[in-house]
T-cell receptor, first 122, second 116 residues
Framework: DAGVIQSPRHEVTEMGQEVTLRCKPI?????LFWYRQTMMRGLELLIY????????DSGMPEDRFSAKMPNASFSTLKIQPSEPRDSAVYFC????????????????????FGEGSRLTVL | AQSVAQPEDQVNVAEGNPLTVKCTYSVSGNPYLFWYVQYPNRGLQFLLKYITGDNLVKGSYGFEAEFNKSQTSFHLKKPSALVSDSALYFCAVRGVRNTGFQKLVFGTGTRLLVSP
């Protein structure tokens, strides 16, 4: 398997522009996570999906951020309009589920991370 | 709330020497603890986890971690460091039920530098 694939790897844009980050999880994984990494805040969980359904988006910083997962093999994180403080590395991660488990139950499996999308908003 | 603390921003060690990267945790309930490693310009990679059972957990690349309940610690160790171990190391703890067991709460990271 190619692992979690993210695009673009680097994005430089100007304040006010729309940014779309893309993620292809590992085939067969039921969970998909979007994280943001900055020097100031470290790693923050933004949102996660189970079977394409958003389960918890409490980490999304504000309404300018939105995420979708239209099918099991694709997710997007959109920022509109972008601001300089959105500059960060955005990671997508996926994980396999266990048969019969609830998305609220205890999960112990490891996360597989993509290589990240480095966003710079000028 | 669940949290982990990594008290050292950076750890320096000579190649061949043992290394320790420290992590302490604060949880309600049973701790589920993880270590991840991040190489430059890469995503995080899973190293090992403690769920239950033996306090000494063995993981990838020769790393191990010792769970100590009385000291609420989960230090990462390796008997003999390699230059290629130089990276950023993150300790993480599972979230609680009402905020989602799926959430991993990460520490701030410790940069490990192994000199030749």
């Amino acid at each position: 398997d190619a692992g979690v694939i993210q695009s673009p790897r680097h994005e430089v844009t100007e304040m006010g522009q729309e940014v779309t980050l893309r993620c292809k999880p590992i085939s067969g994984h039921d969970y998909l996570f979007w994280y943001r990494q900055t020097m100031m805040r470290g790693l923050e969980l933004l949102i996660y999906f189970n079977n394409n359904v958003p389960i918890d988006d409490s980490g999304m910083p504000e309404d300018r951020f939105s995420a979708k997962m239209p099918n099991a093999s694709f997710s997007t994180l959109k920022i509109q309009p972008s601001e300089p403080r959105d500059s960060a590395v955005y990671f997508c991660a996926s994980r396999g589920g266990l048969a019969g488990e609830s998305p609220w139950e205890n999960i112990t499996g490891e996360l597989f991370f993509g290589e990240g999308s480095r966003l710079t908003v000028l | 709330a669940q949290s982990v603390a990594q008290p050292e921003d950076q750890v320096n060690v000579a190649e061949g020497n043992p290394l320790t990267v420290k992590c302490t945790y604060s949880v309600s309930g049973n701790p589920y603890l993880f270590w991840y490693v991040q190489y430059p310009n890469r995503g995080l990679q899973f190293l090992l986890k403690y769920i239950t059972g033996d306090n000494l957990v063995k993981g990838s690349y020769g790393f191990e971690a010792e769970f100590n309940k009385s000291q609420t610690s989960f230090h990462l160790k390796k008997p003999s460091a390699l230059v290629s171990d130089s990276a950023l190391y993150f300790c993480a703890v599972r979230g609680v039920r009402n905020t989602g067991f799926q959430k991993l709460v990460f520490g701030t990271g410790t940069r490990l530098l192994v000199s030749p």
